[in-house]
């Protein structure tokens, strides 16, 4: 479902996402909720990027040490799906 920025924020349920249950299909889906720009996002405006593998996570790090991007790189497997958790 795609909402204007006002509506979006209205329809996401803030307790759900303050539970941080990843292992919950429905918190975890809710957590994933993104919102979409109409222009780039520059990675100086970025909090933290997660990943999923541990090779992700040194890859990431790398790009973001070459590039000069200051951010936390979170290994989270439990955010993403897999064929146990879809």
């Given at each position: 479902m795609i909402l204007d920025y006002a509506e979006g924020?209205?329809?996401i349920?803030?307790?759900l996402i303050a539970?941080?249950?990843y292992n919950d299909r429905?918190?975890?889906v809710t957590c994933m909720a993104e919102c979409l720009s109409p222009n780039s996002v520059s990675a100086d405006k970025m909090f933290a990027i997660y990943v999923k593998t541990e090779?992700?996570?040194k890859a990431v790090q790398e790009l973001t040490k070459e590039h000069g991007i200051s951010c936390f790189v979170?290994?989270?497997p439990t955010m993403f799906a897999s064929d146990a958790h879809v």
């Open positions: 924020i209205k329809a349920d803030w307790s539970q941080r249950d429905v918190c975890k090779a992700d996570e979170n290994l989270m």
